[in-house]
Nanobody, 118 residues
Framework: QAQLVESGGGLAQAGGSLRLSCDIS??????????WGWYREAPGKQRELVAE???????NYLDSVKGRFVISTDDSWRTVYLQMTTLKPEDTAKYYC??????????WGQGTQVTVSP
């Protein structure tokens, strides 16, 4: 049963933009969430953190996406976004939304594919 649902992936050209969305309403109340973020996994590579926000703490970004990607939430705290600009072919991966719940531990979505053509 999906608790986090990602959307917004697809095909983009290098230099283009995409915005990923993650419906986190299935994870419970925002007051129970310790962090939320995005990870990615490219073929043959380990899953890596792309952007993550600690509740009440800093936002961390993968060095290679700093200045290009921005993580945010909507006012209702039901959706987490990843705005991706100046995309590069090396950004091609399956992107996963993750939250860490103080009640339920880490929760993952099923992922959304992002493919960037040269």
């Amino acid at each position: 049963q999906a608790q986090l649902v990602e959307s917004g992936g697809g095909l983009a050209q290098a230099g283009g933009s995409l915005r990923l969305s993650c419906d986190i309403s299935g994870a419970g109340s925002i007051i129970t969430l310790n962090s939320w973020g995005w990870y990615r996994e490219a073929p043959g590579k380990q899953r890596e953190l792309v952007a993550e926000k600690d509740r009440g703490g800093p936002t961390n970004y993968l060095d290679s996406v700093k200045g290009r990607f921005v993580i945010s939430t909507d006012d209702s705290w039901r959706t987490v976004y990843l705005q991706m600009t100046t995309l590069k072919p090396e950004d091609t991966a399956k992107y996963y939304c993750k939250v860490v719940s103080s009640l339920r531990g880490p929760l993952w979505g099923q992922g959304t594919q992002v493919t960037v053509s040269p």
